[in-house]
């Protein structure tokens, strides 16, 4: 009895162990099924990110996503720094339909005009000023004034920078913050050629070289591209982080071969020239000359008047004007 009930709570064990057994060997499967299926993934997903090598016959690594916008040579466009855009964000349209706008970026900072102006898919570019003082910008109070030198020949209210001042950059820096903040494709800061010009602030190429450079990188981490504003004299050693370049009258100083660079790279020239009496009434000796400036083939050229207002003439001869808010 004692065996026979020994033997059957023996076999009774061993039965439910074989079971257990069987349990066990299931799970073990589904376990190294999972192992298998999840390694697979792991290799496909690191491979698709592009770092381990693998077999030939993984899927080649995808190309780095190009968050930098690079506008291409002869990109057509209008700038406007004088006026806000005067656009119904609820019905968006603008004329001229040019591919990009220049655009003042104080002046838009609580519109809605780089979102209506996404929308008819144009890529917006956002000016501000970064190496002089202008008195009237909402951070205007934060300008050390032993930062602040002579003032530009020509625009009374302004006044050159040092450049290489930390409390300057540190205001720029929260210039391209606000840039990256109302969604510009690419920021175009003014005055970075301080150096070529009676500055009261002994600033040399190399410190344009060193300014450039610092808001390259500052525009880049932010994913907004990057023009370099005139500045002739840094053409070749700021091309390589340049997207682009903002032109004032190569065509009028006989100094477009100088940016042609830009063009040779792939890279547009955004090109203004001020003709007399541009750009409803412009001298049309002038135009020719302007608009067939050595050098200055492939340009995306402009004839506007000084201030920048709401009007252009191209070259083509089309006249527009361009729907802004009075101020
Ligand atoms: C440049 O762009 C204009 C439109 O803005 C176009 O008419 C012209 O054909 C273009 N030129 C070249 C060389 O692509
Ligand atoms: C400009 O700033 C740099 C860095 O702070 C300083 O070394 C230089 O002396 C300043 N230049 C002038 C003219 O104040």
Redesign the pocket.
């Known amino acids: 009895m004692e065996g026979k009930e020994g033997r059957s709570r023996r076999n009774r064990e061993s039965r439910l162990s074989r079971r257990q057994k069987l349990v066990l060997a299931a799970v073990a499967a589904v376990l190294i099924i999972v192992l298998i299926v999840g390694l697979g993934l792991g290799l496909g997903l690191r491979n698709r990110g592009g770092g381990g090598g693998g077999d030939d016959d993984e899927l080649p690594p995808a190309p780095q996503p190009t968050a930098i916008w690079q506008p291409a040579?002869?990109?057509?466009w209008q700038i406007i720094l004088n006026a806000k855009l005067d656009i119904d964000p609820n019905n968006p349209v603008v004329e001229p339909d040019?591919?990009v706008y220049d655009i003042d970026m104080f002046l838009h900072q609580n519109s809605r005009a780089i979102s209506s102006l996404h929308k008819l898919n144009k890529k917006v570019i956002c000016y501000f000023s970064a190496g002089s003082y202008e008195p009237k910008r909402p951070d205007s109070s934060k300008f050390p004034k032993e930062d602040i030198g002579s003032v530009l020949d020509g625009w009374p209210d302004e006044k050159w920078l040092n450049i290489s001042s930390p409390a300057i950059r540190e205001i720029m820096v929260g210039r391209m913050e606000i840039a990256s903040r109302m969604g510009c494709d690419g920021v175009d800061p003014d005055n970075v050629d301080g150096f070529q010009n009676e500055n009261g602030m002994n600033l040399t190429p190399q410190d344009s070289i060193s300014f450039m450079t610092f808001l390259a990188d500052e525009a880049h981490k932010r994913n907004m591209a990057i023009g370099l504003k005139n500045a002739g004299d840094i053409v070749k050693t700021m091309l390589p982080r340049m997207q682009f370049a903002v032109n004032e009258e190569c065509a009028q100083y006989k100094d477009c071969t100088t940016f042609a660079a830009f063009v040779d790279a792939g890279k547009p020239v955004f090109h203004i020239e001020y003709p007399d009496g541009a750009p409803f009434d412009t001298d049309p000796e002038q135009k020719e000359e302007y608009c067939n400036a050595p050098g200055a083939k492939?340009f995306?050229t402009i004839l506007k008047a000084m201030n920048l207002n709401f009007g252009a003439e191209?070259c083509?001869g089309r006249q527009v004007r361009t729907k802004v808010l009075r101020r």
């Open positions: 040579v002869n990109t057509s040019v591919e492939g995306s191209y083509d």
